[in-house]
């Protein structure tokens, strides 16, 4: 498909989006020191306030690490807990970074992720590694990160605070994710959205500019 003539600037989601995620890989992986009555707690901590806090920068990696102890009530060292944390975090494919490199000509590009300090130093290493060529922050125009600007989607803000940063009016501005409440509110705003559902989604979307 084109693009409208009007669209000036992309905006991508992390994972899923650039680099492939598996959530459940961490949750089994936290689980293969739990008891089978305490997975519950596993499978709820995506939703936890913990989370949220590390995400939206609101306590560290120390104080996360500590409230990831007290919360399972276990004596896990930091690098079991950076290991398990990180288990989620795959591989970003070759064609997702050829095409980004592609559209820059073109667009300006932004990353817009709910992550955190320790998954995104992983994110670095991962595409320094696949990619030793390029760096990962060298593909965006710029970068906007939940831990470090203190808002999270599906909040409203955090794509005001974007739009105010990038200096854009919402109708200029695509914003693709993998989750329909991240779209839902992106398009509160008045932003163009685009629901990432599959692995080839984004290189599909973009295929006649390829």
């Given at each position: 498909?084109?693009?409208?003539?009007?669209?000036?600037?992309?905006?991508?989601?992390?994972?899923?989006?650039?680099?492939?995620?598996?959530?459940?890989?961490?949750?089994?992986?936290?689980?293969?020191?739990?008891?089978?009555?305490?997975?519950?707690?596993?499978?709820?901590?995506?939703?936890?306030?913990?989370?949220?806090?590390?995400?939206?920068?609101?306590?560290?990696?120390?104080?996360?690490?500590?409230?990831?102890?007290?919360?399972?009530?276990?004596?896990?060292?930091?690098?079991?807990?950076?290991?398990?944390?990180?288990?989620?975090l795959l591989t970003i494919p070759r064609e997702r970074i050829t095409l980004l490199k592609k559209l820059r000509k073109d667009y300006k590009l932004y990353?817009?992720?709910?992550?955190?300090?320790?998954?995104?130093?992983?994110?670095?290493?991962?595409?320094?590694?696949?990619?030793?060529?390029?760096?990962?922050?060298?593909?965006?125009?710029?970068?906007?990160?939940?831990?470090?600007?203190?808002?999270?989607?599906?909040?409203?803000?955090?794509?005001?605070?974007?739009?105010?940063?990038?200096?854009?009016?919402?109708?200029?501005?695509?914003?693709?994710?993998?989750?329909?409440e991240n779209l839902n509110a992106a398009k509160e705003v008045g932003l163009h959205t685009y629901l990432i559902n599959h692995p080839n989604a984004l290189?599909?979307?973009?295929?006649?500019?390829?």
């Amino acid at each position: 498909m084109k693009l409208d003539s009007n669209i000036q600037n992309l905006i991508f989601d992390m994972g899923n989006v650039i680099i492939d995620i598996d959530i459940s890989l961490t949750l089994n992986a936290l689980k293969s020191d739990l008891s089978e009555n305490e997975f519950l707690l596993a499978d709820e901590f995506m939703k936890s306030d913990l989370h949220a806090a590390f995400e939206s920068g609101a306590i560290d990696e120390h104080e996360f690490r500590n409230g990831i102890r007290m919360a399972f009530n276990k004596e896990w060292d930091d690098e079991w807990i950076d290991n398990v944390w990180n288990t989620l975090l795959l591989t970003i494919p070759r064609e997702r970074i050829t095409l980004l490199k592609k559209l820059r000509k073109d667009y300006k590009l932004y990353l817009l992720s709910n992550t955190n300090s320790i998954h995104f130093k992983v994110v670095e290493e991962i595409f320094k590694k696949d990619h030793p060529e390029d760096t990962f922050l060298g593909l965006f125009d710029e970068v906007f990160l939940s831990h470090e600007i203190g808002l999270r989607k599906p909040e409203n803000k955090i794509y005001e605070k974007v739009l105010q940063e990038i200096g854009a009016e919402p109708h200029q501005c695509i914003f693709f994710d993998d989750l329909q409440e991240n779209l839902n509110a992106a398009k509160e705003v008045g932003l163009h959205t685009y629901l990432i559902n599959h692995p080839n989604a984004l290189v599909e979307y973009f295929s006649d500019v390829q």
